[in-house]
């Protein structure tokens, strides 16, 4: 895997990717197929403290780039709850948008963060 991650901020907004092409060292022929990943992650901060995320971005196997394609859509919010402890909730589609979507799976994710 050959890949990058990018950030940029500018005061309540920022923008990440994480951008990678994934290439099989080997089993091309039984399905270890080379594949591009750009996931793109937008954010605000509405409020001290506050956090609003749009995830999205593409995802294709090289061999059917044009067909085979999808991207997925999720929002997630973040909330700091006392300063060392953040809460966050995301719920979206890993194939929501693009020829291969499928808009019924879909998953809820919520994770806790401990910092110092």
């Not at 309540?12 to 990717?17: E, G, L, Q, V």
């Not at 044009?66 to 991207?71: I, N, T």
């Amino acid at each position: 895997t050959f890949g990058a991650i990018v950030r940029w901020t500018r005061g309540r907004f920022a923008i990440m990717s994480d951008p990678f092409l994934r290439v099989p060292l080997a089993h091309g022929d039984l399905g270890n197929r080379s594949a591009l990943s750009i996931p793109l992650w937008l954010s605000v901060q509405p409020a001290h403290g506050w956090m609003i995320t749009a995830h999205t971005g593409f995802d294709a196997d090289l061999a059917v780039l044009r067909d085979g394609s999808h991207a997925p859509f999720g929002l997630g919010v973040t909330a700091r709850v006392t300063p060392e402890v953040d809460l966050a909730l995301e719920a979206g589609w890993a194939r929501l948008l693009g020829p291969q979507y499928n808009a019924k799976a879909s998953a809820v994710l919520i994770t806790a963060g401990w910092h110092r």
